[in-house]
């Protein structure tokens, strides 16, 4: 595996629009799925994993459920207002990014439910969140019964589609825009490797002797946040929450005493996992930046979407498998049209060592 100096430039590519995927496949495990982890590209259907992986792997999934994170409102003054939150806080507090033509003052609120309504749904101002990078502002969510955050969400929130979707969010979307796993709430974007798994594939896995284990990630918007600088390592990475579970330390444990390999679902698995491995903490907030020549401890095996052109996604799966053997299974997945991003189709990789071998 190459590690020579890269630029942003070298992780760019040519995608048709086309191929940009805005709805699901019919059924999760109907999707294709690239198998990268031969001499040649196969390609397959991602219904086949169970028969790619052995006896004694371990699955690791992110186990985090997306919330429906965007609210539209309007000021007192009549001026629209739309809500991401980010991250639910204590005291019914949120982290929110605001998209607004003019920014209210602390202390100003916004309705969220319509002025009308018996019950009003409302976000009260505090100000910028002092924990985060200036992005993101600080609001009481509020109602006349006393609902939580994730009440008030669940209830009059959309599924933050991310924007290369084009489409208003659904019915369609706040069912498959969710794995079928999903267990603790605050993502605002899918880990979307997992949203191929159904029950299915999950029963052949467990035919096959295949382990599973989870981890928690949630997904920040920063996760398509673009990469602006040409030299990558001036590109500061925004902070997501993680967390270890101690019976998936054991099970880790257990697959390397056993042989088997540790195979992640998705780039926000490999990142909880390496940055347990890196700071020795099980759980708390990574800015975890992984590029060509980063050492992996953990990871073995990688299921993964395709990702954008310039991303940090696509500068991890290079650092996981080989930048050129990366960049050839990209041109053969856009010469056999396989559908890209979040609702697309997904790859199975194998860990390259430095010298380019299979790990």
Known sequence: MSTRPFTLSDFDFILPEALIAQHPATERSASRLLDGTAAHPVDRVFRDLPGLLRAGDLLVFNDTK?????????????GKVELL??????????????????KPEPGATISLAGKDEESGFRATLLGRWPDADGTLFRFVLSNDAGDDPYTLMERHGHVPLPPYITHTDSAEDAERYQTVFARAPGAVAAPTAALHFDAAVLAGLDAR???????????GAGTFQPVKTENIAEHQMHSEWYEVPAATQQAIAECRAR????????????RTLESWA?????????????????????????????HLPKSTLMMLVSAFA????????????????????????????????VDGAAA
């Open 322 to 353: 080989g930048y050129e053997p990366i960049m050839a299974l990209y041109r053969h997945a856009i010469a056999q049209q396989y559908r890209f991003f979040s609702y697309g189709d997904a790859m199975l990789l194998e860990r390259k060592s």
């Open 85 to 102: 939150v980010e991250r639910v806080l204590t005291g019914n507090q949120v982290a929110a990014h605001m998209r607004v033509s003019k």
């Open 209 to 219: 002797g295949v382990q599973r284990a989870s981890v928690t990630l949630h997904v």
């Open 259 to 270: 042989g088997g390999r540790v195979v992640a679902v998705g780039t926000t698995s490999v």
């Open 278 to 306: 890196a700071s020795g903490l099980a759980s708390g907030d990574t800015r975890i930046f992984i590029t060509p020549g980063f050492d992996f401890q953990v990871v073995d095996v990688l299921i993964t979407n395709f």
């Open 66 to 78: 997306v919330v429906k994170a965007r609210l539209f409102g309007e000021k007192a003054s009549g």
